[in-house]
């Protein structure tokens, strides 16, 4: 998935207001930029960070940039747009993309269910049971190597694996999918200790027959591609 503008590199001064982040260009002037990422983004709005702006000339839109990547001392990149792995995630599965589920032909997305939930997909297919597919962005790391879910407490998070264990035990398919937008970790796990709740209603879900796929992506200024299947190990809930 290309971006639709070619990002600009900047320096971050402040992320404020969850979804708000003032940067300086580097000639020298001072935007705000919109921050599509309500969590904490824990070791990625650090003051002096270099980051990643997609500029947009959209009239609709009262700010004129997107904050899309860090670029970290090392080289590698982490994707802080929660909502490019939904997009990234949709070609991928319309092109049967995802050895796990490239049987299923059809693809819904944003598919009401549970208690006032809607899926992030429902795959279907000719004899095969539906798929209910809840996708989540993982951006956080705190050892070399190991992404981890979530930075911040996620009740609605916690509320999406209930109700795929509902719709486990009724008989569907159901799959946790992690996208891990960092380009320098190997595995996943849970950040338990941010999130006990989570982390017990994953043991739950997983119980119940909830899947678990982890997938990372390869993360540049030019855009966002799938990679390679991560390990997932699920740790004892705090």
């Known amino acids: 998935m290309e971006f639709s503008t070619p990002l600009i590199p900047a320096t971050l001064i402040k992320r404020y207001k969850r979804f708000l982040a003032d940067c300086r260009l580097e000639d020298g002037h001072e935007v705000t930029a919109h921050c599509a990422n309500p969590g904490s983004m824990l ?16 009239p609709k839109k009262k700010l004129k940039y997107g904050w899309r990547l860090v670029e970290h001392e090392n080289g590698h990149f982490t994707g802080v747009d929660t909502s490019v792995p939904n997009r990234a ?21 944003e598919v009401k269910y549970g208690e006032n939930s809607r899926i992030d997909f429902l795959l279907s297919g000719v004899g095969l049971p539906d798929c209910y597919v809840e996708v989540k962005s993982v951006t956080l790391s705190r050892r070399p190597g190991l992404a981890e ?7 609605r998070g916690t509320k999406h694996l209930g109700e795929l264990a509902t719709m486990a035990q009724a008989g569907h398919r159901t799959v ?3 996208l891990v937008q960092r380009t320098d970790c190997t595995a996943v796990t849970l950040a338990a200790d941010i999130d006990p709740a989570y982390a017990a209603a994953m043991t739950a879900a997983q119980d119940a027959g909830v899947e678990v796929i982890a997938i990372d992506c390869a993360l540049s200024p030019d855009g966002v591609n799938l990679r390679n299947p991560l390990p997932f190990r699920a740790p004892t809930a705090a």
Request: proline content about 11%.
């Open 149 to 155: 879910f979530p930075d911040s407490v996620t009740a």
């Open 176 to 178: 946790m999918l992690y």
């Open 89 to 109: 995630l949709k070609d991928a599965l319309m092109r049967r993309e995802i050895p796990e589920l490239a049987a299923y032909e059809t693809v819904r997305p």
């Open 43 to 58: 070791g990625l709005k650090d003051p002096g960070m270099r980051i990643w702006l997609e500029p947009n000339d959209d």
